[in-house]
């Protein structure tokens, strides 16, 4: 069965400093990999994806992941904190591309200091 | 373009009653996800239709809930009876193909007395 482990119930950093986001999953098959973000009160909103390819990926607001198979890690970085990044983020995996919907990790509250 | 639309945003109601809470998909999406999201156990998939037809109910915790899909443009989570426990907040998501991308409804918060 897949699963995904974020390590972290709550990361903080300042405002301007790298943020480094950890997920480790597991999957019995090549698997597709998510990240979201959730806004107070809001729904999931997708950051970026992995699916086949380049192992990079680059998403929305500056944020970025690297699959690492070996690893089984699908970290999520920013170079630079901004204060609206403040939010609760989300890796999830999925083993049949995503059609029988997606398992998530507990997530991580992300703290952004000014 | 509308997204996924969810109804109510917020209900109270006493442990014994029925709940009903209502989703409306994206157009021309054809897989219908229901999550439950709590503090303890996180996000969790209770239920998911492609075309309409129930796929996966394992996640479904009760007889108590049900779920129903009549057409492509409208979904149903109803329980019945309802406890405190069953307080949360539940998220319907469509999709489709098979790009994974899910696109989230703002949620309906229930709170059980």
Redesign the interface.
């Given at each position: 069965a897949q699963s995904v482990t974020q390590l972290g119930s709550h990361v903080s950093v300042s405002e301007g400093a790298l943020v480094l986001l950890r997920c480790n999953y597991s999957s019995s098959v090549p698997p597709y990999l998510f990240w979201y973000v959730q806004y107070p009160n809001q729904g999931l909103q997708l950051l970026l994806k992995y699916t086949t390819g380049a192992t990079l990926v680059k998403g929305i607001n500056g944020f970025e992941a690297e699959f690492k198979k070996s690893e089984t890690s699908f970290h999520l970085t920013k170079p630079s904190a901004h204060m609206s990044d403040a939010a609760e983020y989300f890796c999830a995996v999925s083993e049949g591309g995503g059609a029988d919907g997606l398992t998530f990790g507990k997530g991580t509250h992300l703290i952004i200091q000014p | 373009d509308a997204g996924?639309i969810q109804s109510p945003r917020h209900e109270v109601t006493e442990m014994g009653q029925e709940v009903t809470l209502r989703c409306k998909p994206i157009s021309g999406h054809n897989?219908l996800?229901w999550y439950r999201q709590t503090m303890m156990r996180?996000?969790e998939?209770l239920i998911?239709f492609?075309n309409n037809v129930p796929?996966?109910d394992s996640g479904m915790p009760e007889d108590r809930f049900s779920a129903k899909m009549p057409n492509a443009s409208f979904s149903t989570l109803k329980i019945q009876p309802s406890e405190p426990r069953d307080s949360a907040v539940y998220?319907c998501?469509s999709?489709v193909?098979?790009?994974?991308?899910?696109f989230?409804?703002?949620?309906s918060r229930l709170t059980v007395l």
């Open positions: - | 996924v897989s996800f996180g996000l998939l998911y492609n796929i996966d998220f998501a999709s193909g098979v790009t994974g991308e899910l989230f409804g703002e949620g």
